[in-house]
């Protein structure tokens, strides 16, 4: 069974960073970033695979965010630069057995229980 745990959220005012961490108890292979806003969906970020080689992120979000992973602490990041108050969100870990990089929500089967990212302005 593999549990993750998000840590490093909190509040920033725009043009700020911050650092997301995943610690992941277990191996999942490849891991992603969520988000969701009050009112809206959930939506893909960022995802990488399990060697790290292979990432993929959503187009907009592209040069601002940097998801990376350090297998030997068995720990993914999500790097957020010049953040803006849209970036404002509940942001998750998740974890997948496959080794193919994905957007895809309903494809994780493991989750974190989110934290806070909030972008003032």
């Known amino acids: 069974q593999v549990q993750l745990v998000e840590s490093g959220g909190g509040l920033v005012q725009v043009g700020g960073s911050l650092r997301l961490s995943c610690a992941a108890s277990?191996?999942?292979?490849?891991m992603g970033w969520f988000r969701q806003a009050p009112g809206k969906e959930r939506e893909f970020v960022a995802a990488?695979?399990?060697?790290?080689?292979?990432?993929y992120y959503k187009d907009s979000l592209k040069g601002r965010f940097t998801i990376s992973r350090d297998n030997a602490k068995n720990t993914v990041y999500l790097q957020m630069n010049s953040l803006k108050p849209e970036d404002t969100a509940v942001y998750y870990c998740?974890?997948?057995?496959?080794?193919?990089?994905?957007?895809?929500?309903?494809?994780?089967?493991?989750w974190g229980q989110g934290t806070q990212v909030t972008v003032s302005s």
């Open positions: 990488v695979s399990r060697s790290g080689g292979n990432t």
């Open positions: 277990g191996s999942p292979q490849s």
């Open positions: 998740a974890g997948t057995l496959g080794t193919t990089v994905i957007s895809v929500a309903s494809l994780y089967k493991y």
